[in-house]
């Protein structure tokens, strides 16, 4: 299997799903797992908790609890395989008072041609915390739609990195309901684009209850004649005071090919409440580059630098000193630098 996934195998807690169905599983009693369908009672109590009524009731869905007020990390790894579509749905839960660390991987095997279809569905339930990170590796052979719907309940926290470090063409609607009292979302996202391919994000952040933050950070670095697309959405609706909402988008190019396309929108319906965004678009500052030289560097070596500033912010969301080493590794290999 893929090295980087081999590395991070280490975890106790490891779910493998292969082509949208749960091949391997080996958690531990804190966690409970199962496949199943929306009109299973395991995971009904939870669906209403989720954020979409267009579920289809014979789809089959992976569900994911921490049922224990306990503090655990888990790996789930999606893996492809074969010239097919394959449409899967993954609900990860939370239970009270818990805090819960998610590393989310994509890979495939092989270069079979794929179209990918996947859900996503995060419950943060009450005075709990989930840290999610999610590493996508997939090669140009491989077209993903991804959409992530998250739901923050009171006094809740969720902090999420995602880096798109995929090859291919990805569509990303990323979608976060803060919905009660004290709810909290730290979302950044990073991607690189290369070659002719196209990756998009749509992430929206809703603010439906009073006293909710959101922040939101993204960077995009585009190469060749790669073309990417943020569009950040923050939404404060009437009533809901003391909210704040914080954007800050920006994407690097570094080929006169290169096509970027950034979109800070902010929906404020409400007076008494924090809104503020910020976006750039650009190329590697000229300055810099000389400052740096001038000091001994080469070029190869200024570039490196300055990029590894700008996807910082990104990278220190991870906890793990080791985990923030292979996302640093595995940037540094997709821009050859």
């Known amino acids: 299997m893929h090295n980087f ?58 569900f994911v609890n921490q049922k224990q007020s306990t503090s655990e990390m888990i790996q789930i790894i999606f893996v492809y395989e074969g010239d097919q579509n394959v449409n899967e749905h993954l609900i990860v839960a939370s239970d009270k008072f818990s805090k819960l660390n998610v590393i989310e991987n994509r890979v495939n095997l092989n270069n079979d ?27 140009t052979k491989v077209d993903a739609t991804i959409n992530r719907h998250t739901k923050v309940y009171r006094n809740a926290s969720y902090n999420c990195a995602f880096a798109e470090l995929s090859e291919g063409n990805t569509f990303g609607d990323y979608y976060t309901d803060l919905a009660a009292e004290g709810a909290v979302c730290d979302s950044k996202a990073v991607t690189i684009v290369k070659e ?3 990756q ?42 003391q909210s704040k909402c914080f954007q800050d988008s920006k994407m690097l190019t570094l080929s006169p090919d290169a096509k ?23 190329q590697l500052d000229e300055e810099s580059m000389y400052y740096l030289q001038s000091r001994g560097l080469s070029k190869k070596q200024c570039e490196k630098l300055l990029i590894y500033g700008f996807l910082m912010p990104v990278a220190e969301v991870i906890e793990s000193e080791e985990l923030k080493e292979k996302f640093i590794t595995n940037i540094t290999k997709k821009l050859n630098i």
Request: charged share 30%.
């Open 260 to 282: 970027t396309e950034c979109n800070p929108i902010l929906l404020i319906d409400e007076y008494d409440v924090e809104a503020n965004h910020a976006a750039a678009v650009g």
């Open 196 to 198: 002719d391919k196209k």
């Open 5 to 62: 996934i081999e590395e991070l195998k280490e975890y106790e807690n490891l779910l493998v799903i292969t082509n949208g169905q749960l091949t391997s599983k080996n958690v531990n009693d804190n966690f409970e797992v199962v496949e199943a369908s929306q009109g299973d009672e395991r995971v009904g109590d939870y669906y209403k908790k989720a954020l979409k009524d267009d579920q289809n009731p014979s789809e089959k869905i992976i």
């Open 113 to 139: 041609r794929i179209d990918v279809l996947t859900k996503v569905e995060v419950i943060v339930d009450d005075e709990s915390n989930i840290d999610y990170l999610v590493f996508n590796d997939l090669n």
């Open 200 to 241: 998009q994000f749509d992430i929206n952040i809703n603010h439906s209850a009073k006293h909710t933050v959101s922040h939101n950070l993204n960077r995009a670095v585009v190469d060749e004649k790669g073309s990417a697309v943020f569009n950040a959405i923050g939404f404060i609706a009437k009533g809901y005071s």
